[in-house]
């Protein structure tokens, strides 16, 4: 016999009635006790505070609904103004900080408000960047960085920075120094150096180095030869993870590895030799491809070229490392007997995290260590003595940090531990985020090393006291002369490097990519070594040949789209496979796909699968499926004359037409196998992907982010 449940006369119970505009829908749980023992007095208590309970979680009931909302309104406007006064009071005062900060110290210096305090330590003083102890004195570290006459900044702060004396207070003291800073008019130079396309006009020199006399280069990578089948390049790596693999052996060491048909057996011994084996090889490779670049090279009148860092992969990390000979000697010696008969001129850049000027021991040992990777691959090139000079290292001085002349010292310590062979391949080159060349240029004619000049770096961070923007102050006869002596001093031939920022770039960030392409020259020597840092890399250095006629011009042909004659030919063939288990319901990924209709598949009840344009073995257990696959025909192009242009030196293309270098993409047949239209067996999607190819063809991306 099924109880019935008592009602119970709690408010809770009554009947609901239909919620109003602005009434929560979500039901109302008031917390009670039993209501067996349930006083009047009890009941109004805990109903008062159930009440309070969901005014707070769920906003007051019917009555209230209006006043609340107009106090939460006006609360709410109250603190987003306030939150806007305080966004606009900090932009304001970033701002004129920033400004601050761009002036010379020394220009400054008369009129700091600590009267001959320098502006950096004012601001540091303001903003808490010095240490201190809890009563607010400065720490023997801190004072140890003030200066002797700085009295205002070594004394204690009046209270924690960032926090107001009282609410509705400045953060910033009004009889500080650093709102002194803020407050102080701004002149007009510096608010039109603030801004990106307001900045003063670069001043670039009308002159043209020509007729040229010079060589003309490109960084480490080929497009034209990147793009070949089988590729030509030499920058091939690989993971750390695959080192680690690679120490176990192939299940067959005798034949080359496959993912399937002969992968890493896990199940062997696994030694350290084999996964430097294997890193090696990848080095050899790369090592190998660099006789093609510079033949190739050489065919359109390019002789220099800059080595790439990642040739040998790891080769100078602290645990996967190794040494270059005698494995790679035979190697690097025939690129350098190549080099040597061409008269190509090879150098190497150090990557960005080389840096001697580093505080971090850590940073200065694999700096050095990756430095002398670089001196032991250009010497085992064996190039004869004065291109054994021009092969040299370029690297940036890197970071500031404590300040740029503890920076330049620390340089000096570590640059006098290199060896011989390392300091006489050193270069130094100026950047575009701290070092300008009147930053460099001294300490290069102290400690006799030269010095590349990057016109573009240049153009993004320059001394504003010795020089403006442009090519035309930084190329006059006196700097360009303290330049050129840094090289010949030592008996190398000079370097200089050119680049543009892309269309459109106003700020510093963004003028610091390199463009696809250069238009011009820099006013630089007419017989100089000028390396294009472009995006697009040989194809930059033949817009220049083509612009301006230089040397070599008539040898560069126009490529016919998505065809290559200077390479073996390509034929597509459909091929039957296996691709599983019919009975299993296994298929094949990407496959077209459909179930048999009303047949069961062999292991009891799952339905049997074939692919479309494929077919099952007469006893159904095999599945199987014709596939277009590409297949090169060997022997039609010799090894000499592959990927070089063919007779006609079909090798240039467009700007942002990159994609002349790929084969024409596929377009589905409407009704065959994976290109019906939707109405046929295949997946219908053969329309969509027919449209997409031919989006991607005809709009084409013309990016120019790194």
Known sequence: MTRKRKASSSPSNKDPETPTEGTSLRPEVILRRSS??????DHNEDEAKTREMQETMHGPRDGDTGRSRQRARAGMEE???GLKRLEKQFEENTRRDKL???KDDDRLSSDSPSGGTSLKAVISHAVGTRKRTKDGSLSEKGKAQVPADDEQAQRPLKRPFGTPKKPGDSLVDEDSDYQ????A???????VSDRGPGRPLPVNSGYLPLPWKGRLGYACLNTYLRAAKPSVFSSRTCRIDSILKHRHPLRDPSQPEHPKLNPIDNTQEYHVKHGQKFVQDLGLANARDIVKMLRWNDKYNIKFMRLSSEMFPFASHPEHGYKLAPFASEVLAEVGKVATQLGHRLTTHPGQFTQLGSPHEKVITASIRDLEYHDE???LLRLPPQQDRDAVMILHMGGVYEGKSQTLDR?????????LSVKSRLVLENDDVSWSVHDLLPICEELNIPLVLDYHHHNIVFDSSQCREGTYDISQPEIMARIAKTWTRKGIKQKMHYSEPCAGAVTGRDRRKHSPRVATLPPCPNDMDLMIEAKDKEQAVFELMRNFKLPGFERIGDMIPHERSDQNPVVRKVVTKDVGDAGKGKRKRGAQVDKADGDKGANGGEEDIVVADGKIDGDGDTLKAEEVVDETIPGVVSAEDFGMGGKDGRVYWPPGREDWLKAAPRIPKKGVGNGG????????????KAKKASKEENDYDDSCGE
């Open 377 to 379: 691959m250009l010497s």
């Open 36 to 41: 067996r023992r349930l006083t009047s007095k």
């Open 185 to 191: 008019p701004l002149s007009e130079d510096a608010e």
């Open 79 to 81: 603190a987003i103004e």
């Open 100 to 102: 601050r900060l761009r």
């Open 677 to 688: 239209n939707g109405n046929d067996k295949g997946n219908g999607k053969g329309k969509g």
């Open 180 to 183: 002194e800073v803020l407050e």
């Open 411 to 419: 340089f000096r310590k570590n640059y006098a531990a290199l060896s």
